[in-house]
């Protein structure tokens, strides 16, 4: 299928599972787009492309943090590294930043689709205006980037990779609007997928679903997010389908669901200290 065929990555009958190295390898000078990348996953995404020889272009709306970015990422060894700041919930960005990978690069090979908007955690506020605001920051300049993506990533037989979260397929409380936003990114570019495959069109899509991140300070309860940044890298690379991350634990999540939805509903529910959670 489209989605497997793009490089050989083992010789005939030798191994199944490509190795760390040779996905890292096929990233050498790729150009490749990272939203989101001036903290947190996507600044580690960046890092890791840089010291894979990479040519970047970042983006973010802090103009201070992208700069600090793009520097380290020259120092570990990018190809080359741009930003372009701006926030996403505005309709002209997504077209400025593929025009500028066209008019530098002449083409694009992979598009990291990170970036977030401000959610809370907590009761769903009524709050109508900020659900629009944060579907448009969320999902529609996802939908946007990628349709201003595809022309050049047809030619180059790229990869769009879509950052999203076991919010995105399980609904737990308190992240009504976020969660909103990570189930339509499924809807769409698993739908889009299925069409580009029926087309023989050779553009992977990559659906990530993680779990609790560490982007803040050390705590053993969550994943690290430079394995993180590394993992989506590499499933985006190897042109997979999803990436589960931390493996055991959204599959668990997942397949209990799919056994036993109200039992995972409840287990949700009781996981939570009621009184900490804010109803503004
Ligand atoms: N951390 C976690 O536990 C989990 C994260 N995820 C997903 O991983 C991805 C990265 O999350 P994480 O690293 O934690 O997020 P962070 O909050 O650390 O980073 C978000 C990035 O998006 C940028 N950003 C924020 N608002 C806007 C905007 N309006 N327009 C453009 N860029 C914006 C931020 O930079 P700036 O403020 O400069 O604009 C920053 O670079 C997200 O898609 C998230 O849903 C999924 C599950 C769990
Ligand atoms: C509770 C979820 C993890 C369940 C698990 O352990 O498997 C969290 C996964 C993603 C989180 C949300 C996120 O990353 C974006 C926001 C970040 C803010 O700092 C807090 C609110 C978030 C909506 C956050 C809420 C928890 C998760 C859904």
């Known amino acids: 299928s489209p989605q497997t065929t793009h490089t050989p990555l083992c010789g005939a009958g030798s191994c199944s599972v490509p190795s760390l190295q040779h996905s890292q390898k096929m990233l050498r000078g790729k150009r490749v787009i990272v939203t989101g990348?001036?903290?947190?996953?996507?600044?580690?995404?960046?890092?890791h492309l840089a010291r894979m020889e990479a040519h970047l272009l970042l983006?973010?709306?802090t103009e201070a943090k992208l700069q600090k970015v793009?520097?380290?990422?020259?120092?570990?060894?990018?190809?080359?590294?741009?930003?372009?700041?701006?926030?996403?919930?505005?309709?002209s960005l997504p077209e400025q930043v593929l025009r500028e990978?066209?008019?530098?690069?002449g083409g694009l090979d992979m598009l990291i689709l990170n970036h977030i908007g401000q959610s809370s955690f907590s009761y769903f506020s009524g709050d109508v205006g900020h659900v629009r605001k944060l579907m448009e920051t969320n999902f529609v300049s996802y939908v946007a980037l990628a349709t201003a993506a595809l022309p050049l990533l047809k030619e180059s037989e790229g990869s769009i990779v879509v950052v999203s979260s076991i919010a995105g397929r399980i609904a737990g409380p308190f992240t009504a609007p976020y969660s909103a936003t990570k189930f339509a990114l499924d809807g769409f570019f698993s739908s889009l997928r299925q069409e580009l495959i029926i087309d023989k069109v050779n553009v992977s899509i990559t659906l990530c679903i993680l779990g609790y991140i560490n982007t803040g300070k050390p705590s053993p309860a969550h994943s690290p997010k430079e394995e993180?940044?590394?993992?989506?890298?590499?499933?985006?690379?190897?042109?997979?389908?999803?990436?589960?991350?931390p493996a055991r634990a959204v599959g668990t999540a997942l397949l209990v669901r799919s056994i036993a939805p109200e039992l995972l509903d409840s287990l949700v529910r009781s996981s939570y200290r009621l009184e900490n959670v804010r109803r503004t």
């Open 37 to 47: 990348a001036s903290s947190g996953i996507g600044e580690q995404m960046a890092y």
């Open 59 to 61: 983006t973010a709306r």
């Open 70 to 91: 793009v520097e380290r990422c020259l120092e570990l060894g990018a190809a080359s590294a741009r930003y372009i700041s701006g926030s996403m919930d505005s309709p």
């Open 101 to 105: 990978a066209e008019n530098t690069w």
């Open 228 to 245: 993180c940044a590394l993992e989506i890298i590499r499933a985006g690379a190897l042109r997979r389908r999803e990436l589960h991350y």
